[in-house]
C-alpha cells in the first residue's frame, strides 16, 4: 500500500485526479470503477477541468460505479446514477453508453446483482478503482461484516451509514436502508486501486484500512493485500498514522 499524504481536501483531490489522467492518458480505453459521495467530488471537478482544457479525453473510457441505492429509479435525485451525471459524466465526453452503475430501480435484487457481475468480467474489471471510505471502514456498501463478500450483492445498510448519508437527503427517514454493491472480491480484481479520504472523522477507519488486522470487521483492510493500492488522504485523515 503506497500512501501519500495531501496538505488539504483541495491537495487531495488534485493528486487524485492526476492519477486518474494519467491512467486515462497511459490507455485511452481504459475501464474506470467510479465511486460516489462526498470525497471524490473535488476529483471529478478536476478532471472536468482538465477536460475542458483539452489535457484528457474520455471518449473511448468505459466506467463502472461500486453502488447503487436499492429502490431508486436513475433519475431520482438521490440515486447515484444521477450524481455521476451531475458531477461527472454530463461534463465530459463520456460515451453514456459505456457508463454503468447498478440497477436499484430492479426490485429483483439477485437478477440486478447477478446482470452486473456479469458485465463487470464482460469488461475485464477496471483498471484502475477509485474508492472512497466509510467511517467505519467500509468500501463500496461492504459494511463490516464477519467475512469478505464475494460479487455484486443486496447489503442492508447499517445505522452509521444510514446516519452518515443522511446528511444528503431530507430527512433520515427518506435515505434507503439497502444498496446494491460490487462485492470485495471483484474490488480486489482492479489492477490498481486509489482510495481518497479527508478529514477528521475518517482517520480511525484509515489508519485501521492501513495498519489494523486483515478483517471483514474493517472491510478496507482487505486493500492492504492488494498489490497496488494507493491512498491519497489529508493530513486529518492521516492523523491516527503518524
Ligand atoms: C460510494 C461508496 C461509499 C463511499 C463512502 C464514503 O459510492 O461506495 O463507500 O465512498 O461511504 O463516502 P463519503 O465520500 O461521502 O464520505
Redesign the pocket.
Known amino acids: 500500500m503506497k500512501i501519500i499524504k495531501a496538505k488539504d481536501y483541495e491537495d487531495m483531490s488534485r493528486k487524485a485526479a492526476n492519477i486518474i489522467s494519467a491512467q486515462v492518458i497511459l490507455k485511452p480505453d481504459c475501464v474506470l470503477g467510479l465511486?460516489?459521495?462526498?470525497?471524490p467530488i473535488g476529483a471529478y471537478k478536476q478532471l472536468v477541468a482538465w477536460y475542458e482544457k483539452g489535457d484528457v479525453d474520455f471518449a473511448e473510457v468505459s466506467t463502472y460505479?461500486?453502488?447503487e441505492y436499492r429502490g431508486l429509479s436513475h433519475d431520482d435525485p438521490q440515486s447515484?446514477h444521477y450524481f455521476m451525471r451531475e458531477n461527472f459524466f454530463d461534463h465530459i465526453n463520456i460515451d453514456l453508453n459505456n457508463t454503468h452503475v447498478p440497477d436499484g430501480s430492479n426490485p429483483d435484487a439477485a437478477a440486478a446483482c447477478s446482470e452486473y457481475d456479469k458485465i463487470v468480467a464482460a469488461a475485464g474489471y477496471p483498471d484502475l478503482q477509485l474508492?472512497?471510505?466509510?467511517n467505519n471502514g467500509?468500501?463500496?456498501?461492504n459494511e463490516p461484516d464477519d467475512h469478505f463478500s464475494k460479487g455484486t450483492h443486496c447489503v442492508d445498510l447499517t445505522e452509521s451509514t444510514i446516519q452518515a448519508n443522511s446528511r444528503l437527503f431530507d430527512s433520515i427517514d427518506d435515505v434507503p436502508r439497502q444498496a446494491y454493491t460490487m462485492g470485495t472480491q471483484t474490488i480486489m480484481y482492479a489492477r490498481m486501486i486509489l482510495v481518497v479520504a479527508n478529514g477528521e472523522a475518517k482517520a480511525q477507519a484509515v489508519h485501521d484500512m492501513c495498519y489494523g488486522p486483515v478483517t471483514p470487521a474493517c472491510p478496507a483492510s482487505i486493500l492492504q493485500l492488494h498489490t497496488n493500492c494507493v491512498v491519497v488522504a489529508d493530513e486529518a485523515a492521516l492523523s491516527l498514522c503518524e
Open positions: 465511486a460516489t459521495g462526498s470525497t460505479n461500486l453502488d447515484y474508492l472512497g471510505i466509510g467500509h468500501i463500496g456498501f
